[in-house]
């Protein structure tokens, strides 16, 4: 079994979590819907539903296995909710973020790689 999952922080290639997509099939770079704010979290972002803002990502096919290692990583079903999208390549999750919001800098252009942020940070 396999599911497709959208990922927009540091799960993304040339992040400090992408060796977690290790073996996932890599289908392309994708564009939401302008329906989300993007909040920086300190170390990686967090996408909130209700925004008007498009976010920039990549989709992959995932195992079960890989995705049990995300939902660990992102702290599901605690900090963060997943619900499916449209994508070119099918439906896909997107993690959102559910934690505290306030006072939490927003990143305008929805593209977590394309902004100014403090160092690396892994959680693995």
Same mark, same amino acid.
């Given at each position: &079994?396999? =599911? ?8 993304? /290639? ?6 977690? &997509?290790?073996?996932?099939? !890599?289908?392309? *770079?994708?564009?939401?819907?302008? /329906? !989300?704010? &993007? $909040? ?7 996408? @909130? *539903?209700?925004?008007?803002?498009? $976010?920039?990502?990549? $989709?992959? /096919? ?9 939902? %660990?990583? *992102?702290?599901?079903? %605690? ?9 070119? +390549?099918?439906?896909? +999750?997107? !993690?959102?973020?559910?934690? @505290?919001?306030?006072?939490?800098? @927003?990143?305008?252009?929805? =593209? +977590? ?12």
């Amino acid at each position: &079994m396999s =599911d497709r999952v959208f990922v927009y922080g540091t799960l993304r /290639r040339g992040e400090v979590n992408h060796h977690l &997509m290790s073996g996932a099939e !890599y289908c392309g *770079e994708h564009v939401t819907l302008p /329906r !989300y704010r &993007m $909040i920086h979290l300190g170390a990686y972002p967090g996408v @909130v *539903e209700g925004g008007n803002t498009a $976010i920039v990502g990549e $989709i992959y /096919r995932v195992n079960g296995q890989q995705f049990t290692q995300l939902d %660990r990583l *992102e702290d599901y079903p %605690r900090l963060y909710n997943r619900k499916l999208i449209p994508t070119p +390549w099918g439906s896909a +999750w997107i !993690y959102t973020y559910r934690g @505290v919001r306030n006072g939490r800098p @927003v990143i305008p252009g929805g =593209d +977590w790689l394309g902004q100014q942020r403090p160092g690396p940070f892994s959680l693995y």
